[in-house]
């Protein structure tokens, strides 16, 4: 018979939330340890670096290898079996709302190929849900030419399988040190012989204990997406060696950058050695939609409501008299799910149960009779003290449509790069959509302009300085943050939004000239800072902006 594998005695406290809790982000941390890893040796060619990985791991192998590898800590060591297996062990079902980061996705679906066994339960695949800025995000081993990596949705179509149905299985049960079968129907029976895990650990022990790979001088990790390349090339030509793009499961790296916090396995990551170009949970302290409607009492931001938030939620209600908002998903970027709301009353009919709804500025400077706005850059370049610089360079995105306040076409609202790449003129025109500074000061008066920036980076140090309580602070991590600042027609700023991972693609000859500078700007400084240098702004257009006493 299955039995609960946990330790006798000197087990932790399992009921404590805050171990829990602790346990929790370990979990995710050790998974996202493997993104890189190939699904399996057969679908790739011989001879190549794939073919020959030390490990692969299918998508029920990645949540077993992240338990055996956590299983002190867990007190228990999970089966052999697969996603049947493991959903029989977690009977705690989930509204999609209620899910949590660390929480299973379970398909369940019915094979093509009438051939293939089938599975219990027709449970056919898992992944492990992060939720991140998308709201939906899961880390998994997804394809059988793929590897481990973070999904931007866990919904997918799949060439193997259809009537794809979700279930969403909390893994508090684990986290108890509980692990059995809660299916009657299959007792999954196991015949180990170890049935106790040796040295339950603590979890901040564990941590103290951390044995770190040997790091690498001059060897870095540049993650897929968001021009690669461009950062590659920065870094190649001050004389770092780049590991392959599917090596972020290679913890020698002296440098590591990648689009999301979510690729970086921080339990590994040694703050004194390595450095990586993400705070833990910048994303959702500092930039997230939420956390700077909490700062638009205080600083020049659009009036903003969380709708989760009663309070808020019965502010908007009943307070706000606009005739036009905007509406935008809690966690996304791209401009994806944003909606300008012309009937506001209508809208207060039927609110959404999460998302940001913001104030629309209505009368935006406009230039060739089109919206604009303006993408500047501030960077957090150490959180131990913080040290935050300010980047003189900045372009301007602009929609192709004329501006038209009654238009409900997004391309007429929305500047991103995103959306507009969706105008069917976009191909011939795309040098449009993107300003230089230049002629920004001609649009605006270069006193003017220079104005408006020194009082939007003022607006940033203000929210930072709100929400910096909140940041976790950590050694050996730097932020590199877009600033989305729109201009009224009385040449008052609004800043709209912050991300931490801001677009480098070099679609247009504006963005050719400025990254190249703005990112070896930044490698320049946070390596000098890791150095111990008093002189890291030497050499970069960076400037102060703030500093801890």
């Known amino acids: 018979r299955n039995k609960t594998f946990i330790k006798k005695s000197s087990a932790p406290n399992r009921d404590s939330q805050e171990y829990r809790d602790q346990l929790r982000e370990k979990f995710i941390a050790r998974a996202k340890h493997y993104i890189g890893v190939p699904y399996a040796q057969r679908f790739h060619e011989p001879g190549t670096e794939a073919y020959n990985s030390p490990i692969f791991l299918d998508c029920c192998g990645l949540v077993r290898q992240v338990m055996r590898d956590l299983e002190e800590d867990f007190g228990f060591s999970i089966g052999r079996w697969n996603q049947a297996y493991q959903y029989d062990t977690l009977p705690v079902d989930l509204e999609f709302e209620n899910m949590k980061p660390g929480d299973l996705v379970f398909y369940s679906a019915t094979y093509y190929d009438s051939k293939k066994k089938r599975q219990l339960h027709d449970m056919v695949h898992v992944e492990i849900f992060l939720g991140d800025e998308t709201g939906e995000a899961t880390v998994g081993s997804r394809w059988f030419k793929g590897r481990v990596q973070v999904f931007d949705s866990y919904k997918f179509t799949s060439t193997n399988y259809y009537n794809i149905k979700h279930h969403f299985k909390s893994i508090d049960t684990w986290l108890r040190g509980v692990c059995r079968s809660h299916c009657p129907e299959h007792p999954w029976r196991d015949d180990r012989k170890n049935q106790w895990v040796p040295n339950n650990s603590i979890f901040a022990e564990q941590q103290a204990q951390t044995e770190y790979?040997?790091?690498?001088?001059?060897?870095?990790?540049?993650?897929?997406?968001?021009?690669?390349?461009?950062?590659?090339?920065?870094?190649?030509?001050?004389?770092?060696?780049?590991?392959?793009?599917?090596?972020?499961?290679?913890?020698?790296?002296k440098l590591k950058w990648v689009q999301t916090p979510g690729e970086v396995d921080f339990y590994s990551h040694n703050q004194d050695l390595q450095l990586v170009n993400h705070?833990?949970?910048?994303?959702?302290?500092?930039?997230?939609?939420?956390?700077?409607?909490?700062?638009?009492?205080?600083?020049?931001?659009?009036?903003?409501?969380?709708?989760?938030?009663?309070?808020?939620?019965?502010?908007?209600?009943?307070?706000?008299?606009?005739?036009?908002?905007?509406?935008?998903?809690?966690?996304?970027?791209?401009?994806?799910?944003?909606?300008?709301?012309?009937?506001?009353?209508?809208?207060?009919?039927?609110?959404?149960?999460?998302?940001?709804?913001?104030?629309?500025?209505?009368?935006?400077?406009?230039?060739?009779?089109?919206?604009?706005?303006?993408?500047?850059?501030?960077?957090?370049?150490?959180?131990?003290?913080?040290?935050?610089?300010?980047?003189?360079?900045?372009?301007?995105?602009?929609?192709?449509?004329?501006?038209?306040?009654?238009?409900?076409?997004?391309?007429?609202?929305?500047?991103?790069?995103?959306?507009?790449?969706?105008?069917?003129?976009?191909?011939?025109?795309?040098?449009?959509?993107?300003?230089?500074?230049?002629?920004?000061?001609?649009?605006?008066?270069?006193?003017?302009?220079?104005?408006?920036?020194?009082?939007?980076?003022?607006?940033?140090?203000?929210?930072?300085?709100?929400?910096?309580?909140?940041?976790?602070?950590?050694?050996?991590?730097?932020?590199?943050?877009?600033?989305?600042?729109?201009?009224?027609?009385?040449?008052?700023?609004?800043?709209?939004?912050?991300?931490?991972?801001?677009?480098?693609?070099?679609?247009?000859?504006?963005?050719?000239?400025?990254?190249?500078?703005?990112?070896?700007?930044?490698?320049?400084?946070?390596?000098?800072?890791?150095?111990?240098?008093?002189?890291?702004?030497?050499?970069?257009?960076?400037?102060?902006?703030?500093?801890d006493n």
């Open 213 to 253: 790979q040997e790091v690498k001088e001059n060897v870095c990790f540049v993650g897929k997406g968001n021009n690669r390349n461009l950062v590659k090339d920065c870094l190649v030509a001050r004389g770092w060696c780049v590991l392959p793009s599917n090596f972020n499961f290679d913890n020698s790296y």
């Open 279 to 547: 705070l833990p949970n910048a994303s959702k302290a500092l930039c997230s939609k939420k956390a700077l409607a909490k700062s638009c009492k205080q600083v020049k931001v659009p009036l903003s409501f969380d709708l989760k938030d009663k309070s808020d939620l019965r502010s908007f209600l009943e307070e706000f008299k606009e005739r036009i908002c905007i509406y935008k998903p809690e966690c996304s970027n791209m401009g994806r799910g944003i909606q300008v709301i012309n009937n506001v009353p209508e809208f207060k009919q039927e609110v959404p149960k999460k998302g940001i709804v913001q104030k629309y500025i209505e009368n935006p400077l406009l230039i060739e009779g089109c919206k604009f706005d303006i993408r500047m850059f501030a960077l957090v370049a150490q959180s131990s003290p913080f040290i935050v610089l300010k980047h003189p360079l900045c372009y301007g995105r602009k929609c192709l449509n004329k501006y038209d306040l009654g238009d409900s076409n997004l391309l007429t609202h929305l500047t991103n790069a995103a959306q507009q790449k969706k105008h069917p003129e976009y191909p011939h025109r795309k040098e449009e959509t993107i300003i230089s500074e230049t002629t920004l000061q001609e649009n605006i008066g270069q006193k003017e302009f220079e104005h408006l920036k020194f009082q939007a980076f003022e607006t940033f140090k203000s929210v930072f300085l709100n929400r910096k309580n909140e940041i976790t602070k950590r050694k050996g991590c730097f932020e590199l943050i877009g600033m989305d600042v729109l201009v009224d027609s009385n040449l008052e700023h609004h800043l709209l939004e912050m991300n931490i991972n801001p677009a480098l693609f070099t679609d247009t000859s504006t963005q050719t000239v400025l990254f190249p500078k703005l990112i070896d700007d930044t490698v320049q400084v946070v390596t000098a800072l890791q150095k111990g240098s008093q002189n890291y702004l030497e050499g970069t257009l960076y400037e102060l902006l703030y500093i």
